[in-house]
């Protein structure tokens, strides 16, 4: 055990029985670092939840049908969502041509990352071009959306919780408003999990006022089936 904590630490291993333990090096001010919460020295190594496929399937749907699945993904994520700098980019540069309404295809989109000097840094011609391909239709833009979104916020989690561990030890003086703030971050996440349900909920209401208008305009007459 002693050998583990060591390598995890950084440390070299010291000798048993010369006093220099975890407790003597408290007593000497020197700072003691902990192990891992689950006990593991790897786990902080561990690479965080993302799916490549998932971000490369959002990516290739919105290169193939940018109208309708940049439309949807600007509504649900933005580019933190993504774990690969260089799907961020390429995120990026497809949001920036569909906001000022120029089009997009595999040439005008390759052409535009050149002229930025982003090309080689997403993967060259072929990596923009394999996109194209990666999926037959932009369909199922919704589940590669929300795959990408999961894994977005388990990362939050992770980042929250090593974060609230790590001030846990140093602020142990603050407990209130560590908790605070703690529960703060937890709900800001949370809030990541249902924007997608409150955009659901935005788009029927403003259906619903635009069916309201429609009878306004009417100017009550009556509609139906005559009879």
């Not at 786990?43 to 290739?60: C, F, K, M, N, W």
């Not at 109208?67 to 649900?76: D, L, N, Y």
């Not at 809030?191 to 306004?216: N, T």
Request: a negative charge; aromatic letters at 8%; hydrophobic letters at 40%.
């Amino acid at each position: 055990m002693a050998t583990q904590s060591s390598a995890w630490t950084g440390e070299k291993p010291r000798k048993a029985g010369n006093g220099a333990g975890r407790g003597s090096a408290a007593r000497s001010g020197e700072k003691v670092v902990p192990i891992s919460p689950t006990g593991s020295a790897q786990d902080i190594h561990r690479t965080p939840p993302h799916s490549v496929d998932a971000e490369q399937g959002v990516l290739g749907s919105m290169l193939i049908s940018p109208r309708e699945a940049i439309a949807e993904c600007v509504e649900k994520i933005n580019e933190e969502y993504f774990y690969v700098p260089a799907h961020r980019t390429i995120y990026n540069a497809l949001v920036d041509l569909w906001n000022a309404g120029q089009a997009i295809d595999l040439i005008t989109f390759t052409q535009v990352l050149r002229d930025r000097h982003l090309l080689d840094s997403v993967g060259g011609a072929a990596f923009v071009t394999s996109l194209f391909t990666f999926v037959p239709t932009a369909a199922n833009v919704g589940y590669y959306l929300d795959i990408v979104r999961d894994k977005y916020i388990l990362r939050e989690i992770i980042s929250a919780a090593t974060e609230s561990v790590r001030r846990a030890y140093e602020e142990q003086d603050e407990v209130n408003n560590l908790l605070d703030e703690v529960e703060q971050r937890i709900f800001a996440v949370g809030e990541d999990r249902f924007k997608g349900q409150m955009l659901s909920m935005k788009e029927h209401a403003m259906q619903a006022i635009e069916s309201i208008e429609k009878l306004f305009e009417g100017k009550g007459r009556i509609t139906g089936i005559s009879t």
